[in-house]
């Protein structure tokens, strides 16, 4: 009987791996695709935003054959048009090109413009509720996913002095959510789904891997440019192409030519802008490194594990208290759930006023207790500037938050080019319970609140 029985294991046996032998062989498990993988992905808000660093990316590309991307959250549909009547879409047409033929003069090809609105104002909130700001984070995402950088440059995601262009900022928060999310399977989970026959129509899941890039860096058009020093690594604009034998803030020059619609700098403001070293903010590396070392320090070829970032949490502060809202209080709670709060050190909360100028300012006032709390909000301003309303008594349900819009005229003898601290005291049941403060920039030149 064990024989018998041995006979007929044996013959199992034999005919498993016969058919073993007889099925085919699957195919092979296609990778990513290779075409479109890139070493630096730069994520700006317009047409001509990657000039902040093209005499670096140009050197990049020719010395060290690194692979270059760009996203654009918008096609630059606002603005005016230094060479014709174009306007509107027509002129978001005309800057496209634009922005292709520029790349192209330094070695990119490869661009994508999501479509958000030309947003022309100072409140990074503004351009995220006209882009679309889940939106825009999906395509975002989904861009991380299909290039994998390694590294990503991008604006710095604070309110500062200087252009502090709505959208420019936009695109700092967006790079820097994409950055934390694009690794996570779960965000925008559609991406990373399987299709079920690639080569079908009509199919869903669009075959995506997560991807965890590396490093994420940080560049700023704020006039003042000292909070760079021991935060990032810069680079000169004088050395010389080996291939063209000119310094790469000629080729920069070149590259800007190109965006004849713009129209902003005569030849000597172009010269200056393009032989100013490019300056980078390291916002966090998750392969080690020095903020100063170079750009790609500690990268090596490879995926990384997703990496998860802190997540927003509530902040600790005291039962009643009061802080600037707006596009401030969002600034401090995005860099604590993304681990870059080390953004919020460089520089006080800052804003650009004219003489004569109403400046909107946001306040917060909270009421964290079982009760109603009355706070009395002082303003404590330079002489000179007026507040609307002046001192006022509040009303705070409890576990509420009451949002106070102030507006400040500043006088029509602000000394140009001066700093003023515009203050706010408050106080509750006869005790100071906080204040806040403001730099104001008495400057013309900015954009509208």
């Not at 991406?191 to 869903?204: C, E, I, L, M, T």
């Not at 909070?227 to 790469?248: A, L, M, Q, T």
């Not at 998860?308 to 600037?324: D, K, M, N, T, W």
Request: net charge negative; glycine share 8%.
């Amino acid at each position: 009987m064990n024989t018998i029985l041995c006979r007929c294991v044996v013959a199992v046996w034999l005919l498993t791996i016969t058919a073993w032998a007889q099925a085919p062989q699957a195919p092979a498990n296609l990778a990513p695709d290779a075409r479109y993988k890139v070493d630096i992905l730069v994520i700006v808000g317009h047409p001509d935003d990657d000039t902040e660093a093209t005499t670096y990316l140009a050197k990049e590309i020719e010395q060290h054959h690194v692979r270059v991307a760009l996203v654009y959250g918008t096609r630059g549909n606002s603005g005016g048009n230094a060479v014709g009547y174009e306007q509107s879409k027509a002129l978001a047409d005309e800057r496209e090109m634009e922005a292709r033929h520029s790349l192209a003069t330094y070695g990119i090809t490869n661009a994508w413009f999501l479509h958000g609105p030309d947003t022309p104002s100072e409140d990074v909130l503004h351009s995220l509720e006209t882009w679309g700001h889940g939106e825009s984070l999906e395509e975002v995402v989904r861009l991380v996913r299909l290039t994998r950088p390694e590294v990503i440059l991008t604006w710095l995601p604070n309110y500062d002095d200087g252009e502090n262009h709505s959208d420019h900022q936009a695109a700092g928060v967006l790079a820097t959510e994409a950055f934390d999310l694009a690794g996570n399977p779960l965000a925008f989970s559609e991406q990373v789904a399987a299709p079920r026959d690639h080569f079908n129509v009509s199919n869903y899941g669009e075959g995506l891997r997560p991807w965890q890039p590396k490093k994420i860096y940080y560049f700023s058009d704020a006039i003042h440019s000292e909070f760079y020093k021991g935060n990032g690594p810069e680079y000169p604009s004088s050395d010389i192409s080996p291939s063209r034998h000119v310094p790469y803030s000629k080729i920069g020059e070149l590259a800007w030519g190109s965006y004849q619609t713009q129209g902003d700098y005569t030849p000597e403001q172009l010269k200056e802008v393009m032989e100013t070293p490019v300056r980078f903010i390291l916002g966090k590396s998750l392969v080690g490194g020095t903020p100063t070392g170079d750009v790609f320090e500690g990268v090596r070829p490879g995926a990384i594990p997703y990496h998860r970032a802190s997540g927003y949490q509530p902040a600790a502060r005291p039962p009643v208290s009061i802080e600037l809202g707006g596009p401030w209080a969002f600034y401090r709670q995005l860099w604590q759930a993304h681990d870059i709060e080390h953004i919020g050190k460089l520089y006080a909360p800052e804003t650009g006023v004219a003489p004569e100028e109403k400046l909107w300012v946001p306040i917060l006032i909270h009421n964290d207790t079982d009760s109603i709390q009355q706070v009395t909000l002082n303003p404590a301003l330079p002489a000179g500037w007026t507040a609307k309303p002046a001192a006022q008594i509040y009303s705070i349900a409890a576990h509420d938050t009451y949002p106070v819009s102030v507006w400040v005229l500043a006088p029509a003898s602000a000394p140009k080019d001066a700093w003023v601290n515009l203050m706010w005291n408050a106080q509750s049941e006869g005790r100071d319970i906080g204040s806040v403060t403001l730099r104001g920039h008495v400057d013309r030149e900015h954009m509208p609140q």
